[in-house]
């Protein structure tokens, strides 16, 4: 069980990274791992582990939220400001 779930994670940070600009939304992880409660899954943990973060963003029609890989020094560097 613990094995699948790194997997899952492993595979959505993948898919997020070699994105063609960085961006994928929920629909288009949801439409390669095919199980939305599994999508979700991973992307509490990679948000939480602060691996990704959530960017609001225009889409075709409308306002879309967006997941892209974070830059970890400068997480660090805001940590550091905010103590």
């Given at each position: 069980?613990?094995?699948?779930?790194?997997?899952?994670?492993?595979?959505?940070?993948?898919i997020?990274k070699?994105?063609?600009?960085?961006?994928?939304?929920t629909?288009?992880?949801?439409?390669e791992?095919?199980?939305?409660t599994?999508?979700?899954?991973?992307?509490?943990?990679?948000?939480?582990?602060?691996?990704?973060?959530?960017?609001?963003?225009l889409?075709?029609?409308?306002?879309?939220?967006?997941?892209?890989?974070?830059?970890?020094?400068?997480?660090?560097n805001?940590?550091?400001?905010?103590?």
């Open positions: 069980m613990k094995n699948s779930t790194e997997n899952l994670i492993e595979s959505v940070y993948l997020i070699k994105s063609r600009d960085g961006r994928v939304t629909k288009q992880l949801e439409k791992i095919g199980d939305k599994k999508v979700r899954y991973a992307l509490k943990y990679l948000l939480k582990e602060h691996k990704v973060k959530k960017v609001r963003g889409g075709i029609d409308r306002i879309d939220y967006f997941y892209e890989i974070m830059n970890i020094t400068a997480h660090q805001k940590m550091e400001r905010q103590r």
